[in-house]
């Protein structure tokens, strides 16, 4: 009895610390989020983006302790000490490892609506979408609520497979900052006679740290998704890999050995491999990858060029938003053994989940952004903007003048 006692505790103990290793990883991200905006966005607004992701994920923690996590999974932690350090503390753990995807939303957003935006009605939208919109669609996928996989699962013989949420997160987040991106309209001096007039990246080698970290992180964010030592999976780590190199050599080749491209490229493909990172082959993988990529090049300059009010400064819609959609229909095509991989998905339910999260994410977005722009507003002045949102809001610029 010892013996088994002793095994149960060594096993809790190894789990939490497994998922806490994990939430340290997608922590670690949000420094990589930080740095890619940071160097994207011009000089006078370097501050702006550092502070951003810092407050939105100190708003997000709160929003989803108290809110958000139990809209999602029914639980709260309204209790003693003593039963909360149950199993060694593993749900507490298992809430901060999710609180970090959750915070992952704003961080998304941030990207897109970056070098106009106010401070505080956006950091507002944070904790709104934090607490109610996203942890709605998560409830939905990862904790069966509301009968919608259920549904599913009858309809089509399996549910909605998004293991490591390329919708849940990274979709939503997309598709929540494509509707404060049109709401917001396009930055001033962006679009001159009909032409888009280029903004060139501040700091490159700051954008290529912000790709490197969040790169390094995402194996914490896919892998870990497993959340207990027994679901563990090296396919899961491998098919992160080979989306990821598959995502920088297409991105490569169609952006024209473009910096900004490259380095977003491995992040396409770990957007698009998160759905169906623990069922596909790795060529599979590789191949999501590729596409993921692809489609982040191209979407990125169509959009730009083509829709005027869509001016999405690190391209978080076509990165997040749509290579997001890819990657969970990507699940459905290889995660289908006839393809190598281990079955039980179905491409329909992919599909449906799918614009299930673009609905509930564009919706939620535009109620949210809507809503508070009829408030206070959203965007700064045009002489807030000229003058940068460092100084604007900050009233302090990244670097010193001496």
Known sequence: MDITSAVHTLTESANTLFILIGAIMVLAMHAGFAFLEVGTVRHKNQVNALVKIMTDFGVSAV????VGYYIAYGSHFMAGATELTAANGYDLVKFFFLMTFAAAIPAIVSGGIAERAKFYPMLLA?????????????????????GFQSWLENQFGAGFHDF?????????????????????GARNGRYRN??????????????????????VGWFGFN??????????????????????????????????????????????????????????????????GGVAGAVFVYLFEWAQAKIERLDDVLGVWPLHGVCGVWGAIAAGIFGQE???????????????????GVVVA????????????????????????????DVSIHKIGATSMD
């Open 63 to 66: 929003a989803y302790f108290f």
């Open 126 to 146: 944070s904790g709104l979408i934090v607490a109610f919109v996203y942890p709605f669609f998560e409830g939905m996928i990862w904790n069966g609520n509301y």
């Open 164 to 184: 490591a949420g390329s919708v849940v997160v990274h979709a939503v987040g997309g598709w929540i900052a494509l509707a404060a991106v049109l709401l917001l």
């Open 194 to 215: 009909g032409k888009v007039v280029a903004f060139a990246p501040s700091n490159i080698p700051f954008l290529a740290l912000g790709a490197w970290i969040l790169t």
């Open 223 to 288: 892998v870990m998704s497993a959340q207990t030592l027994d679901g563990i999976s090296g396919l899961v780590a491998v098919n992160s890999l080979m989306a990821m190199v598959g995502g920088v050599l297409v991105a490569m080749l169609v952006g024209r050995k473009d910096p900004g491209f490259i380095h977003n490229g491995p992040l396409a493909g770990l957007v698009a491999v998160c759905a169906g990172s623990d069922l596909m082959h790795p060529v599979g993988a590789l191949i999501t």
């Open 338 to 356: 006839a393809l190598g991989g281990l079955g039980g998905v179905s491409l329909m339910s992919q599909i449906i989940g799918s614009v299930a």
């Open 362 to 389: 564009f919706g939620g977005g535009l109620i949210v952004y809507g809503v508070i722009s009829a408030i206070s507003g959203l965007r700064l002045t045009e002489e807030e903007e000229f003058n940068g949102a």
